[in-house]
């Protein structure tokens, strides 16, 4: 990934934080654990919830990254927030009227459940998002032993995300300046030939540069072209998070 251009990069806020200049893999693996043991807590301990958010913004805080930002990308959590608010109405058992409204004592608890562990990964994501480059993580995922294969799709989608949509925008402004819109149902199957002549091409263009990669010497596997260093310094720093937030699940647990 070069330059710094790309799809990928506009997630990534250059700085010189202390969040950023830890090694990707180092940063990755504190995100688990953290993630782990937030969904490790129990549901009906409320108030760990609110300490997890707590040190999530302390993290922001330190990585110098705005409120604004997390807020703003959070907006790929909607799907998982429509699903939570449905499930006191859907679900069954006992009820409980909350404004007017009957709603499942179990369906708000799983509601709950989702949105609070949901929303902590999210956000922990963005950070780590925000914080490392998108080469560096690709490569701390190889030098956590990711499958060689997993590692590659996820450099070429990423890579290549660009240029697909910049494909797209070029039809869809290709129609319009022959006058078209789609306005109704009946212009699904023109829209349907558009978006299928992109699959094509995005097949051709993945042939073409999977031949030219073969005649680059491609054998099955990217080279990792850097190894990051973490010294014991970075993994405390990294552990403080998850550290901390195995502290909090072990007193909500034995509470």
């Not at 609070?116 to 190889?142: C, D, H, M, N, P």
């Not at 996820?154 to 300046?177: H, K, L, P, W």
């Amino acid at each position: 990934m070069s330059g710094g251009h790309g799809h990928g990069h506009s997630l990534y806020r250059a700085g010189d934080s202390p969040v950023h200049r830890l090694p990707a893999h180092v940063k990755v693996l504190a995100l688990l654990a953290f993630v782990l043991v937030a969904v490790a807590t129990p549901r009906e301990r409320y108030w760990a919830f609110g300490v997890y958010a707590l040190l999530l913004a302390a993290v922001a805080v330190v990585a110098r990254v705005p409120a604004r930002v997390i807020v703003r990308r959070m907006v790929v959590e909607v799907p998982f927030v429509v699903f939570a608010l449905l499930m006191p109405i859907v679900s069954q058992g006992p009820r409980v009227d909350v404004l007017g409204l009957s709603l499942s004592e179990q369906g708000l608890l799983t509601g709950w459940n989702i949105l609070a562990k949901g929303t902590l990964g999210v956000v922990a994501s963005i950070l780590l998002a925000a914080t490392t480059e998108v080469r560096a993580l690709l490569l701390g995922l190889q030098r956590l032993k990711v499958p060689e294969r997993l590692v590659e799709i996820a450099s070429f989608m990423i890579r290549y995300a660009d240029v697909v949509t910049g494909d797209m925008q070029r039809m869809r402004i290709a129609r319009e300046s022959r006058g078209f819109e789609a306005r109704h149902l009946g212009h699904v199957r023109v829209v349907a030939q558009g978006a299928g002549a992109l699959f094509v091409r995005s097949y051709e263009r993945g042939e073409r540069v999977h031949l030219a990669m073969l005649s680059r010497g491609y054998a099955g596997a990217m080279p990792l072209t850097s190894v990051a260093v973490a010294s014991r310094a970075d993994w405390l720093r990294a552990a403080a998070l998850p550290l901390a937030a195995a502290v909090v699940a072990l007193t909500a647990v034995l509470a």
